[in-house]
């Protein structure tokens, strides 16, 4: 078993920053890759971004490209997700998550072990 721990969300107006930060502990040798989801009131859940354990290659949605960045310290097995430019948009409950699956690391169905999640808001 993994267990993941978000923390990092909170209130923060139209263009400024947050750091969001997802711990991992258990079998963390088993973790391919960690992604971060979100999800507003009403909306599915939608892929952010993710990042591979070895090699660390990272991925984006077209909709953060830019102004998101994600990262991991090996040494904590923490991945923290740098959100700058904030829009009302991106408000929303965001979720890490962590797959050993090797592929389809955008799909959130690839992926067996959740954070409670944190919230995000943006105001305008």
């Known amino acids: 078993q993994v267990q993941l721990v978000e923390s990092g969300g909170g209130l923060v107006q139209a263009g400024g920053s947050l750091r969001l930060s997802c711990a991992a502990s258990?079998?963390?040798?088993?973790?391919?890759?960690t992604g971060w989801f979100r999800q507003a009131p009403g909306k599915e859940r939608e892929f952010v971004s993710a990042?591979?354990?070895?090699?660390?290659?990272?991925y984006y949605s077209d909709s953060v490209k830019g102004r998101f960045t994600i990262s991991r310290d090996g040494a904590k097995n923490t991945v923290y997700l740098h959100m700058n430019s904030l829009k009302p948009e991106d408000t929303a409950v965001y979720y890490c998550?962590?797959?050993?699956?090797?592929?389809?690391?955008?799909?959130?169905?690839?992926?067996?072990?959740w954070g409670q999640g944190t919230q995000v808001t943006v105001s305008s």
């Open positions: 998550a962590a797959t050993a699956q090797t592929v389809g690391v955008m799909d959130n169905r690839r992926y067996a072990y």
């Open positions: 258990g079998r963390t040798f088993s973790i391919y890759a």
């Open positions: 990042i591979t354990w070895s090699g660390g290659r990272t």
